[in-house]
């Protein structure tokens, strides 16, 4: 009987190992080879179009921001200018008078609106602050030294004074738990972080957005959506990479990907980038450098 039942099961694994070699794989391989350059070139569109527009609108944030101390509008002006891109009279508006505008990114803008959304996450006083990781820091001592701390420079306060100091964004409790969630459940490809982190520029600037839109009535999933779009445009070469895998491998354009599997550890921590960059080259499909993206200071 007992052998009857081990050759059995042996003729079952057979026969799906030979299903898995006659149906399985050839997708696979199919799905992996199929994309030709012009194919993979056409997904960095996807990923990094010329204009965002997110959920929510930007409302009273900016008049806050000044009298919270968190954006001195001089320092503001000085930096852009330095740049050879000084504020728009719609971006000075925006800091005199608010706005009921969407939340737009372009190539043009994003350091701008990762700037004041970095300001947001910073001084915004909000429960995230109260709860480990960030709260050990707090307690410390050593809130102050962080990335997003110490490396703001464009308010009137510095960055450890800032840190968690002015209510500008309140949230009921079911904002409240829709805020963290997303927050403990996204990351960005600098770091193995936590938004529920924000030792960087970055993670200030999505926990800023976050709560922002929390605030405004918006579901986790909307909120985890804005995440992954906001974080394709600072981290345009890494999502890039991101949507060649989907598109090689599961046949998902940038689109249909689930924004919670994309903001999540496995593929938008540095240690998830640096997986599906290694993946990518087993297939040899690692996409060309763009130019696009971020970097980490002001």
């Not at 997708?27 to 997904?43: G, K, V």
């Not at 527009?53 to 330095?82: C, H, M, R």
Request: proline content about 4%; charged content about 20%.
């Amino acid at each position: 009987m007992k052998k009857k039942i081990i050759i059995a099961a042996i003729i079952i694994i057979a026969v799906a190992l030979v299903l898995l070699a006659l149906f399985v794989l050839p997708q696979f391989i199919t799905n992996s080879a199929a994309l030709s350059d012009s194919e993979i070139s056409a997904i960095y569109a996807q990923v990094a179009p010329e204009e965002v527009t997110l959920s929510g609108t930007w409302q009273n944030i900016g008049p806050k921001l000044i009298e919270s101390g968190a954006v001195d509008l001089d320092e503001f002006k000085s930096l852009y200018e330095s740049y050879g891109n000084p504020l728009t009279d719609e971006q000075i508006k925006f800091f005199t008078e608010g706005s009921n505008e969407p939340i737009i990114i372009t190539q043009k803008n994003s350091h701008f609106i990762l700037n004041t959304l970095w300001a947001l996450g910073l001084v915004n006083k909000n429960q995230i602050y109260e709860k480990e990781p960030m709260s050990k820091y707090i307690e410390n001592g050593q809130a102050a030294n962080l990335a997003s701390t110490g490396g703001w420079s464009l308010g009137t306060k510095d960055g450890g004074e800032l840190l968690n100091s002015a209510e500008i964004i309140k949230l009921t409790p079911e904002q409240q738990e829709i805020a963290e969630k997303v927050a403990f459940n996204s990351y960005r490809p600098c770091c193995n972080n936590p938004t529920a982190f924000p030792d960087c520029n970055h993670g200030s600037a999505a926990l800023g957005l976050i709560e922002l839109l929390a605030s405004q009535g918006f579901s986790a999933d909307e909120i985890a959506e804005a995440v992954k779009d906001a974080n394709s445009i600072s981290f345009s070469q890494n999502y890039y990479e991101t949507a060649v895998y989907f598109k090689a491998v599961e046949g998902k354009d940038w689109s249909e990907v689930d924004p919670w599997e994309v903001i999540g550890k496995d593929y938008s921590s540095a240690s998830g980038a640096a997986n599906t960059k290694k993946k990518l080259q087993e297939l040899n499909l690692v996409p060309k450098a763009q130019s696009g993206g971020g970097g980490c200071g002001v």
